[in-house]
């Protein structure tokens, strides 16, 4: 059986309805091409042809750097006392508010002295007692020494009287003692502050019962003035610490956020050993902090300057990169072409790098725009972004 095809599908397709390549469509391939261009520099020309790089420069000076390094530090206070009670009785006043500064001797709290001052009264009357025996005692040994010689008493009765003297002069003794630690008792009733600091909060109210030494505090003193502030250092720099720590080593302190001038204060302590675990050293400065900016717990940027060192040559950290081979930067010839140049850097930080070689004072590096920037290409220098604050080291 023979099947004949409909009419209606052998019949032939335009040519511009096969192809899809109207004139609409080449327009928007050139439109695609050149967009791609003008993102690319307009061109092939790899140095951008007559379209510098803009850049952002500085110069490199040469000038005295401070030795330093910079750590997080912990502020501690140089002296912390827990007040307890050495008596146990009634809490009767509390002497400060809370968070006062108090001086050595000040009264902080007062216990009921009654029971210690009648305990007092008691052992001067048994202190009392006991001399008067002791008196007799002895005038009976002056008398009863003629007569022992004389054979009107025995000599066992007689060293009984002295065996009975002498226990009596022991129990004036112990009866002295008493009456000491009754007299103590009695001032440790009034609880006066043993440092100069700044008090914290009262963990015991007046009316209620102390007891001696009890596990928690009356109140906990911290002497902040001066303060410490404690830090710690690679191994490494022990060395260098240990060497100027006798010319003294400035140490500043600032508060995260604090637009004021750092505190400044000097290295006092180095621990006697290294953390294995870290390989770390500890290290306090102590600081006087007149206006205790300062406090007990926080955290501060510590930098530790060990000294200085005149004629280096630095530069703006942001010009120093980092590739495969090292450190490296780009310098802006007198032809405003740019030069990768390799360099070694000592050290460095968020505004400067001091730079061992590669670069001498009075070159120009570039400090932004070098994703841009190829050797040999053209550069413009464009001035720094509104509102940069240059940094001073």
């Known amino acids: 059986m023979t099947v ?54 500085a110069t490199v000076e040469q000038r005295t750097m401070p030795v330093s390094f ?26 400060f508010t809370e968070g006062d500064a108090v001086r050595v001797g000040q009264p902080l709290f007062a216990i009921d002295p009654r029971p210690h001052r009648a305990a007092l009264d008691q052992a001067e009357a048994l202190l009392a007692r006991d001399q008067a025996l002791l008196a007799k005692a002895e005038a009976d040994i002056e008398r009863y020494a003629g007569l022992v010689e ?20 022991a129990a004036v003794a112990a009866d002295r003692a008493s009456v000491e630690t009754a007299r103590l008792d009695l001032e440790y009733c009034t609880i006066s502050s043993p440092v100069d600091g700044r008090t914290g909060a009262v963990n015991v109210k007046a009316g209620n019962l102390v007891k001696a030494n009890d596990d ?11 303060i410490y502030v404690a830090f710690t250092v690679p191994s490494q720099l022990l060395p260098k610490v240990l060497a100027r720590r006798a010319d003294g080593i400035r140490v500043l302190a600032a508060l995260p956020g604090d637009d004021g001038p750092p505190s400044e204060g000097t290295l006092s302590f180095v621990d ?23 406090w007990p717990g926080q955290f501060v940027d510590v930098t530790a300057i060990l000294g200085s ?25 007198a032809d405003s072409t740019a030069e990768l140049r390799p360099v ?9 790098a001091v730079i061992d070689s590669g670069l001498a004072a009075g070159e120009t590096v570039v400090t932004d ?7 040999g290409i053209a550069v413009q220098v464009r001035p720094p972004a509104a509102g940069t604050a240059s940094v001073e080291s």
């Open 4 to 57: 004949h095809a409909s009419p209606s599908r052998t019949r032939p397709v335009p040519r511009k309805a096969r192809s899809g390549r109207g004139p609409g469509r080449r327009l928007l391939a050139v439109v695609a091409v050149e967009l791609a261009l003008a993102a690319c520099g307009g061109g092939g020309d790899p140095s951008g042809g007559n379209a510098p790089v803009p850049v952002t420069v």
């Open 70 to 95: 910079r750590a997080i530090g912990t502020v501690e206070a140089t002296e912390t006392v827990a007040v307890k009670a050495r008596i146990g009785g009634e809490l009767q006043r509390v002497f």
């Open 150 to 169: 004389q054979d009107f008493v025995t000599r066992e009765q007689y060293d009984q009287i002295k065996v009975d003297a002498a226990a009596l002069e």
């Open 216 to 226: 928690t505090p009356l109140v906990t003193i911290n002497r902040t003035q001066p």
């Open 272 to 294: 006697n050993a290294v953390d294995s675990r870290t390989s770390t050293v500890l290290l306090k400065a102590t600081f006087a902090n007149p206006d205790e900016r300062l």
């Open 309 to 333: 060192e005149p004629d280096r040559v630095v530069c703006p950290a942001p010009a120093v990169q980092t590739g495969q081979q090292g450190h490296y930067v780009y310098v802006v010839g």
């Open 344 to 352: 070694t850097v000592d050290r460095m930080d968020e505004h400067d």
């Open 369 to 375: 725009g070098q994703l841009r920037v190829k050797p």
